[in-house]
């Protein structure tokens, strides 16, 4: 039989025991869930366990039990926990960062937003990076969408929007210069087909694949601003909502909803979730990713 | 389904007793899952469990899993049997039973990627159960790891037609039901449900056999059906599917079974549905490993 890897779910080495998890790590698991969605699964607790230990370090103490009473306790509980999501975020900017999203993009996601759009004139696909961050996520986009242009997306016209808060960042993104950590994940394949090389660890992306995106600086909590991104088919706002308070939150999310067409998406990070703070998006499960989805005027489940 | 066919899958299932793969203690352990809970006795069950080496040996391995989160691993046959508890005992000892009595060398379907998916379906029941209340998180366990017999049925006596179904399945992305309905004009549902009914099986499993894929079709145990319905899609999106990418989107709060089971379980409103995602996630990496270790080639048996 002929398989395929279904997901990024990578099974232990048979055989292996994991060593004992310090029951603290568990608590900081649950305190980061419920102040961010974020939610690290057991197997992955060691990257909330080396967060953890890299700011015990920074701030000298020496058990876990002393860095849980950091984050809880008042004052400056807020600080430590945007240290702790800072660390355990880090390594989630690269290009391709979700294999299982693209698919699900490429093989469910496009073809029935295609199919739902035929009937439209102008055949226009219009996708937003909110909190692009140096802009490994539009990039990516912009190529798979480009490897889309003679299938799918023959005769469509394809704009993605990248924004972020940074003035710093938007401007590295539209330099699109990234080093061999960035490029990590990227094939060999995509490498040559859509990056020229700088020098022997930089590669630059091809003005092809930056003509798809439009680079500008935008504050997710600015409303007059948010009023204006209408009309997105695809939202993807990767771990940056994690960092706003609860009602913050909430606005942005219901700015994000508004903004969508009928039969958008909404992405979010890998380990991501929007937990139970808005009922309108419908949580939709695709092989080895989860999506929020603006359910289409025709499914009957508005 | 014609009636000639439907004999016909009657006539192919009745070989399945003549085989001799079947291990002695199966038709009593299928008498003795019959019988309520009270009736069974520990010492009869130790006794079923001991009568084959190689069985016992399973039976062991799989109670030492942390699937079972017992703390301290069972030294005896008699101290796994009290320390897990008669109902899971009988799904351990089915499990390793079904094992032998489908030799899988020429299955068309790998035999680790169906055990993973069976024990996986089978662990997302029970924690499906547990966020309900008054679900029988046994019984669920249960019908989880029986819910896809009939591709056992198919592996064994459709051999041919089914690996045409897989072969359609895998090019196609498309979900093994469809595929087996369209080269076989029937499913595992059918074939499954004939060897349930022969084995006589409890009737709310031969339903979740049954009708697992149609959940409406259920008439008395439409609940446990709907459970197992959505475990498999779960399962099916992350990692434990059929080991080939189903282009898929499951919305598992529009479906049909969810409002069947929402009918029941006004308490499922309360489930933050992405945490108990991510939540699953944590036991892929375990199923993989005790597949591997029980019905696969690694480690050596004890």
Not at chain 1, 170 to 199: N, P, Q
Not at chain 1, 246 to 260: A, C, D, E, P
Request: glycine share 6%; net charge neutral; aromatic share 8%.
């Amino acid at each position: 039989m002929t398989s395929t890897p279904q997901s990024a779910l990578t099974p232990l080495a048979s055989g292996k025991i994991p060593e004992a998890i310090d029951p603290i790590y568990r608590q900081i698991r649950d305190l980061v869930y419920k102040v961010s969605g974020i939610y690290k699964a057991e197997e992955k607790l060691y990257l909330l366990s080396d967060g953890c230990a890299r700011r015990m370090k920074q701030l000298g103490l020496r058990t876990t039990r002393e860095y849980w009473d950091q984050l809880t306790a008042q004052p400056g509980r807020d600080g430590e926990l945007r240290h702790l999501l800072n660390e355990i975020t880090i390594g989630e900017t690269c290009l391709f960062r979700s294999q299982p999203q693209l698919d699900a993009l490429r093989k469910v996601i496009l073809p029935e937003i295609v199919k739902e759009k035929t009937k439209q004139i102008t055949k226009r696909l219009r996708i937003w990076s909110a909190g692009c961050s140096t802009g490994e996520e539009p990039y990516t986009l912009a190529m798979n969408m480009l490897e889309e242009s003679d299938r799918l997306l023959q005769g469509w016209t394809v704009e993605i929007l990248a924004t972020d808060l940074n003035d710093r960042s938007v401007e590295t993104a539209k330099a699109g210069i990234y080093v061999d950590y960035a490029l990590r994940s990227t094939t060999d394949y995509f490498k040559r087909k859509y990056f020229t090389m700088v020098d022997e660890k930089k590669l630059l992306v091809r003005p092809e694949v930056k003509k798809l995106i439009t680079f500008s600086r935008l504050n997710l909590q600015d409303d007059s601003k948010m009023l204006f991104m209408k009309g997105m088919d695809l939202i993807f706002c990767c771990n940056v909502l994690i960092y706003f308070d609860g009602v913050s939150k909430s606005k942005v999310i219901n700015h994000f909803f508004t903004n969508l067409n009928f039969g958008g998406y909404f992405f979010l990070g890998t380990s991501e979730s929007l937990m139970k703070l808005n009922d309108q998006f419908h949580l939709v499960h695709f092989p080895g990713t989860i999506a929020y989805w603006k359910p289409s005027l025709s499914s009957g489940k508005l | 389904m014609t009636v000639s066919l439907a004999v016909n899958i009657r006539e192919r299932v009745q070989q399945i007793d003549t085989m001799p793969a079947i291990p002695a203690v199966f038709l009593p352990l299928l008498k003795m899952l019959g019988s309520s809970t009270e009736e069974v006795k520990v010492d009869e069950v130790v006794r079923l469990v001991s009568y084959d080496n190689t069985i016992a040996a399973q039976c062991l391995r799989v109670a030492s899993s942390p699937l079972f989160g017992l703390a301290q691993l069972p030294r005896s046959i008699k101290a796994a049997v009290i320390s897990l508890g008669l109902r899971r005992v009988e799904t351990i000892l089915l499990t390793c039973c079904l094992g032998q009595a489908f030799p899988p060398e020429k299955w068309p379907l790998d035999p680790e990627v169906f055990w993973r998916h069976s024990l996986g379906c089978a662990m997302v029941c029970r924690k499906f159960s547990e966020k309900l209340i008054s679900v029988d998180g046994e019984k669920a366990y249960m019908a989880g790891l029986l819910h896809d017999l009939g591709f056992m049925v198919n592996c064994l006596v459709f051999s041919k037609e089914f690996a045409a179904a897989m072969e359609l399945a895998c090019r196609e992305e498309i979900p093994l039901y469809q595929a087996e309905f369209a080269t076989m004009g029937f499913t595992h549902c059918e074939t499954g449900q004939a060897l349930a009914e022969k084995w006589k099986l409890a009737d709310d499993i031969v339903e979740v056999i049954a009708h697992h894929h149609a959940v409406e079709l259920s008439q008395n145990a439409r609940p446990l059906v709907a459970l197992v319905h959505l475990s498999d899609l779960l399962c099916r999106m992350r990692g434990l599917g059929y080991g080939y990418y189903e282009r898929q989107k499951v919305d598992l709060i529009s479906d049909p079974a969810w409002a069947v089971l929402l009918k029941e379980h006004r308490e499922l409103e309360g489930v933050d549905l992405a945490r108990f995602t991510f939540e699953l996630d944590e036991s892929v990496a375990e199923i993989h490993t005790l597949v591997a270790t029980v019905f696969g080639s690694a480690p050596a048996r004890s």
